[in-house]
């Protein structure tokens, strides 16, 4: 059974072809991708380094649709401003690297930026409780972050589920999102469970099908209108 609530796709770039970013998130955003997923990676909170605001500018250039910052890095605060001038439009940043996350997501939405925050697997939902009225959207990581093309951890099924209904309780407007190994065969899932934004990494980027094939698959797979531009 796929979800009643409109489902959105979030294509992660993490495993785009980066000769060719530009038509990658070109095509991405044509196939209907609701925004632009930025994996930041500092080499610290996470092994890999990735990319940074230079390369959110080269997006920014490309596409229309927003563009959503998933900060896997110590001191998130440290780039708030660099990210906003980049063109970011949301940033996300982890529970476990913010020991004052309230005073960071304050420091995003003053930056005029949506706020989002993300937590592991081993994370309990109740490290976002005291902020979630503040926030635009919570981030349950369902791979251990770091790496695309993990597999999908099962049991945080059950997480979302709590999450869905920690939100419908308290602040029925953020938006709950999950990210790590969202698949054709087990986005439904995510969906049912109260995921209405699922990031797609490795399903969406692939050697083997277009991003247009990739993305219309997973859309099928959740029965959602592409509707290109919707945040
Ligand atoms: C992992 C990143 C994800 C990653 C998802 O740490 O946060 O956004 O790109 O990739 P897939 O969809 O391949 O698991
Ligand atoms: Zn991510």
Redesign the pocket.
Known sequence: MASERRIRIAP?I??ADFARLGEQVEEAERAGASCI?I?VMDGQF?PPITFGAVVVEAIRDRVAIPLEI?M?TLQPELHIGQLSDAGANRIIVHAEACPHAHRVVQQIKDAGLEAGLAVNPATPLAATEEVLADLDQLLV?T?N??????TFIDSMIGKIERARKMIDAQAPDVVLEV????KVDNASSAADAGATLL?????VFSRNQSVAESMAALHRAVETDAAPGAD
């Open positions: 992660s993490l495993s997923h994996d996470v998933h896997m990581m791979v972050p770091g790496y695309g093309g993990q990210d790590g190994g969202v990031v797609a990494g490795s399903a």
